[in-house]
């Protein structure tokens, strides 16, 4: 906050001597102004590329209002006999050398400004990262523009242009020195301290976790519905509830991670992490985090079962007897699985706990956190701490240990279901004996065998991915192990980032932040296989033209591109602006209004309206009510620090600082209102500054500009009014002819967030496929089809991430959004994103218990007992273990969200749980019990139901996007009125084509 509030006082407090005065007369508080607009708080990176495009933008701004001045004053000097001769409005603007009312002038003004402005907006509307150079631009033009028709000659427009340049150009200084030299703030320091926050999520959703999987030893897992007295429905598990809403947090900080780890990667720093250390760091905490919040869905897995076989309502089980078949199955199950996850308590724990202490070890190692200085020896035991030597070998020992003790869980689940193992069953599975009960005779698709296969698999899902987390920390404690012992974080060094990471920020920093990565990642690998992504990841298709093919199609194709881009909703909004600007600017080109225009400060409003837009009304409506409140404040603030010392330089100096700081601190702890903190500070520099200005100057002096002399008790409400006004125009133009809503824009994403689903499910499947062909390559290479698979497959998911974490913070500006009509359907977007989020990590799970058919392979070569395991991959590849039709469905339901259309009738969802029962098919003994304790019968029962989890949700999401866009019905009905109480058909009425004159009557 200290150096946020500093940069516009030391600019404030520089036009107290005379030299600075002199120069910059009456435009010196633009300096102050310029400083704010330099966020001066940005870590080093982003305020390097910010301040970058602030002289770029001001430098280009320059040269274009020069122009315009320039052609402004040949219209002046074309439609005059000589200057100064012609029609007048009475008075001129005191002060400023210039010349009475020009008509010609005052529209070649206008038009100039209305060019500026709509070039301004769409770059703001197209590239985000444009919209604080975009508003250096809009402040330049403007005030050019509001003088523009008054200049007499190019050397007055010249000098007060140099003027005005400099002005802005010594701000941005200022703000480069405070933001460098004044307690400097590193991107890699923001990077670190995430980074710390995002292993402390993981380790609080591992306890989440846990503490879940030990409710389940008591509560009935499968109660999805509870009502207190009141009737109003309350959570079915308050753990189940933590477990969701700390893995929600983890994906916030995981956005916010890929977000700045680009810019910490591209800075100069003085450190011992490198950017390849980084990104390191980086893939080993997503690698833990993927089983980790898969362990997540554990209670959407209890509630897909309970919906699916009616058991979400709750069961008094207070008496001693149970009533009815299904509830007795149901009671027999909820006591099953009680006695499961005591068995699993200890165990569960204990990896729990170290994987804890793995984390705190590799952040202690790494140097992200300090080592514990005081140890507890007397309860330490014989344990080694986080950040002792020896440490990995503790961790790999307790890892050893749980994954013998799935032994005793897989002898408890036999014992539930009376299945008789020998003791040393699982030391020779092949030649072992056992005796099953009759249910093991029953069909595959018997309701027992599908029940306890499925408890089986859930049973071997959580042990699964707990082993997963304990292996990637385990991983995760090697490297940090290995880079201290290599001796680079042993001293601090000059980190330089490479040319090709330099060129690519230049590259990037030019497109929009939304763009898709390179469509072909082509390459020849050593078994001459290319991966090709496929059409999705290419320019889009037209079905009005054919792909040019001569040189006068490839020519006449790019000019369909100013049409595209005309049309676009960019260019959209630069034009609302344009209108709204243009119906408070046209004052300052009526004669009788022009002087009035600049005497009273209007075009404060025509600023605020420019720089205040916001492409949609419920965004506007809320940053409009956020700047008019931040203005009050800030006007309030400038009127007790100016009257609280009586007006003495010195004082309202250091009162004015200390009020900055509030500004500042809404910056920084609510990024999203940027502008709130902004406009305030800008209204206090502006009232003090132009005040001291008065004081240092004089009122003649400082009256030369054309604005009239105010006191702060008048000055400050005239800011307030102005920027109310503004505003109001503003939002006028944003709802005026017809509003862009947020009901639109959730639509639009959410049709995105569907699509972006769609090509992670390919992807996905791809890969499993390329796995199951043993076709992955030397995933250290570059070139290999696994390699890049994996880098595309990354980025879409790091794409949707952030998409969908977007689309929660944009769900909250729809009550901003005037209520016409009816509601927004808001609980159906929410419950929609829960789906998406389900999906997509279930996608996740598929891909990465994939990755264990890659280790199967290389244990079959070592392992004299890996023909199970070459069996089994053998028959999972003809088994199907993804289905394309599910990227056809997520396609269809983009289409129809993004369009607004139907759903087409009939729409199929794949049927789950078919894999089980296709091995089955294959080979009957694959799946029996002598193979239960096999390294890939535990994947395989993750990606069973990790798919049957997606198959779940799927259904949800496919009746939500239903209730949303409805279903095409092209069936005829007869409804029968004879009673009322029926509302469906009783007869549907199926044209055939032999008679075509006549209806047969098809019974329901």
Known sequence: MFKGALAPTIAIASFQAHRWADFFVTIGFLIAVATVISVVIMPRAKFIQNIFFNILFICVGSL???????????????????PGNG?????????????????????????????????????????????????CWAIFANVGMVYAPQFADMTAAEDFLRRLLIAFIVGFAIGTGVSLLIFPLTTRGIVFKTTVSYANALIEVLHANIDYMRSLEQADMFTTKRLNTAGESLSSSLEADAVKSKAKAIGAIHSKLAADIPFAKREIALGKLGPDDIQQIFKQLRLIMIPTVGLGQLSEIFHNIAENRGWGSVVDRSGSVVDGHDEKLRAQTVQEYHDLMCAVREPFARVSHVTEKGIQHALIQLQLIPKPTKVDEENRGDEPEPGDQNFALFLNKNLFDFKKSKIELLKRWAEVHDIQLEEDFFDNPATARFSGPDWMEKDFTSDEQTRYRRQLYICLYMEFLLWAVASRVLEFVNFADELKASGKLDKTRLIFPGRKRLRKWVTNAFRNVEDSQEDEHGGVCDNNMNVYLGEAFRRKRDPAHLPPETRWEHGSDKLRAIAHFFASPPAAFAFRVCCATMSIYVVNCLRETQVFYTRERIFWAQIMITIGMQPSAGQSLRNFIFRIGGTAVAMVF???????????????????????????????????????????????????????????????????????FYPPYILGPLRLATVIGGLFLAWIWTVFPYPISEHMQIQQKLGASLYLLANFYSIMHETVQVRLRGAEGDMSSKESPGRKLEKVRIKVFSKATMLLQGLRAQTAFVKYDLPIGGKFPQAQYNQLLDDLSSVMN??????????VFTDMRTLATQDSEGEWLYTFQRLIKDAGVTSQAITTLLTLLSSSVNSGQPLPPYIRIPEPYLLSQRLDELDHDLLSVRHIAEPGYASFAVIQIATRSLIDDLKRLLEGIKELVGELDFSYHIVSTSDQSHNQSEETLTYTPSSSSSYKKKPE
Not at 669 to 696: A, D, F, N, R, S
Request: proline content about 3%; charged content about 5%; glycine content about 6%.
């Open 64 to 82: 274009v209002t020069l122009l315009a001045l320039y052609c402004t004053i040949q219209a002046r000097h074309n439609t005059e006999t000589y």
């Open 87 to 135: 029609p007048t409005s009475g008075v001129v603007t005191e002060g400023v050398q210039t010349v009475q009312y020009n008509s010609s002038a005052s529209v070649v003004a206008a038009i100039w400004l209305v060019v500026q402005l709509f070039i301004i907006s769409a770059l703001r509307a197209a590239r985000p990262q444009f919209t604080v150079p975009g508003i």
């Open 638 to 708: 400038s009127l007790v620090a100016w009257y609280i010392v009586d007006g003495h330089a010195a004082g309202v100096i250091v009162f004015m600082w200390l009020f900055l700081h509030v500004p500042v601190y809404i910056q920084l702890k609510k990024p999203q209102w940027m502008t709130l903190g902004m406009v305030g500070q800008i209204t206090m520099v502006i009232v003090i500054g132009y005040e001291l200005e008065v004081q240092q100057l004089g009122e003649a002096a400082a009256t030369t500009n054309g604005q009239a």
């Open 842 to 851: 279930c996608m996740q799970l598929i891909s990465y218990a994939s990755a």
